[in-house]
């Protein structure tokens, strides 16, 4: 069944402004069962979030989250493949197959659970748990903007809007719910949620959330590097990487997820940063894998340079020093998943390689397991550098070719080589 096409009927006849765009979208049909059996169990349950936000702006939605008024344990009991999960906020987690699906209890507002220990904050007035139930209308004022706020019951057609979510939709802007200031206190990560927002559904931001934004940025220096690390994937890897990251430095809040933004317009940072911002959004959107390993690789390269930088030219025990050290240095903004270090230091030690191309090196090259990343990190140091060596095109030409032209290759290199090889380091603009 196309829900969402059920929402537009409905909505027409009371509201002339529903946009048309919703018919090619669909919500997931376990999702509607999930809510079918919450309700047959006598239970209040709604779709909830990002996923109407998202269809109502016309993008296709990503998951699906349910709210109900059913606790975690019973939801638990109702679904067989459940898990509960979670502190800070209980939820839990319906599977089925490869589809996971988050079913949370409606949450109480503040004042109603300002004795009672299950709401607890830190001293900026940060939420540091938060699991008191309450009613439908409690719920939404707990959500952070009015368009997150928008819940859909699909079996009866209906759409719950208590703070204007629709019309902010059809202004485009996002507003808070609440005074953006104490929100952004409860959680300082709204501050990211809201740029994030902006870019993804082509919203302006309201002026007491931008001004929020200034305000309390700075609590962010107090988030832990976990959810740092979740909300970058969120920031940088879904299509909007570039835009986000413009944003937030505008507003002084990269500082909190990058270790490196102060490069000037034109230097190669700048470039470098922006060529890979464009890339993986570009990947994004053509649907292919993006890696966090690559883009933070990508964005700490020039920070590595920088450190390995001697006399104008490269350091090269100041080059594999670094490497951890940049490393942890990011890691105490978002905490970087073990497996994602060995990647990232992988990709810059074959750039060296990648350069040098000594003796049989290449073939081993070709078959390193990180060989197509570093090409592709390689061709965007080049186009950020406007660099004219050409090395990335003889890698271009060299994955190929066949075996005796890469023979000649090789020797015809070898023959160029002018000064000795170890100070054959290109790394020219970089170092600049
Ligand atoms: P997306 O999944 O596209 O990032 P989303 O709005 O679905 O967007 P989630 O993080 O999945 O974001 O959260 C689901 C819903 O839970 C939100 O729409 C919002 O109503 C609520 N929510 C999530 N995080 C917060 C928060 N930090 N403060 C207040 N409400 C939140
Ligand atoms: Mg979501």
Request: proline share 7%.
């Given at each position: 069944m196309v829900v969402s096409k059920l929402l537009t009927k409905k909505y027409k006849a009371?509201?002339?402004?529903?946009?048309?765009?919703?018919?090619?979208n669909q919500f997931s049909p376990f999702a509607i069962e999930i809510i079918r059996a919450l309700k047959k169990s006598n239970h209040q349950a709604y779709l909830v979030g990002g996923c109407v936000r998202d269809l109502l702006v016309g993008i296709k939605a990503k998951d699906f989250d349910i709210s109900t008024n059913a606790t975690p344990e019973e939801v638990r009991k109702i679904f067989k493949a459940s898990r509960i999960i979670g502190k800070r906020f209980r939820i839990v987690h319906v599977f089925r197959r490869n589809e996971l699906i988050e079913v949370s209890t409606f949450r109480a507002n503040e004042s109603k659970s300002k004795?009672?220990?299950e709401v607890i904050k830190d001293i900026d007035g940060k939420i540091l748990r938060d699991n008191v139930w309450g009613t439908l209308e409690e719920d939404c004022l707990r959500r952070d903007f009015s368009v997150n706020a928008l819940y859909f019951d699909p079996t009866k057609n209906i759409l719950r809007d208590f703070h204007n979510g629709l019309q902010h939709i059809q202004k485009k802007i996002l507003v808070s719910i609440g005074d953006p200031l104490v929100r952004f206190e409860e959680d300082p990560v709204r501050s990211l949620r809201a740029v994030r927002f902006s870019s993804k559904l082509g919203f302006k931001i309201s002026n007491d959330v931008k001004n929020a934004i200034y305000e309390?940025?700075?609590?962010?220096?107090?988030?832990?590097n976990a959810r740092l690390f979740d909300e970058f994937c969120k920031i940088f890897l879904t299509k909007q990487g570039l835009n986000n990251f413009n944003k937030l430095k505008s507003f002084g809040i990269l500082k909190y997820v990058i270790t490196t933004n102060n490069y000037k317009n034109n230097s190669f940072g700048n470039k470098f940063q922006h060529a890979a911002l464009v890339n993986t959004d570009l990947r994004s959107q053509s649907s292919k894998s993006v890696t966090p390993g690559f883009l933070l690789a990508a964005l700490l390269w020039p920070k590595l340079i920088e450190a390995a930088k001697e006399n104008g030219s490269l350091n090269l025990r100041k080059f594999f020093r670094n490497m951890d050290k940049i490393i942890r240095e990011q890691q105490q903004l978002t905490a970087i998943p073990r497996k994602f270090h060995g990647y990232i230091k992988d990709i810059w030690s074959l750039q060296l390689k990648l350069e040098t191309?000594?003796?049989?090196?290449p073939y081993k090259i070709l078959n390193h397991p990180r060989f197509r990343a570093a090409y592709d990190f390689l061709l965007l140091r080049e186009q950020a550098a406007e660099d004219t060596q050409g090395i990335g095109n003889w890698w271009t030409k060299f994955q190929q070719i066949n075996r005796p032209k890469k023979i000649e290759m090789l020797q015809t290199l070898k023959k160029s080589r002018k000064t000795p090889v170890e100070k054959k380091f290109g790394f020219l603009e970089e170092l600049s």
């Open positions: 009371s509201s002339p402004r529903t946009p048309k765009n919703l018919k090619d004795n009672i220990s309390k940025g700075h609590l962010l220096g107090n988030i832990s191309r000594l003796g049989h090196q």
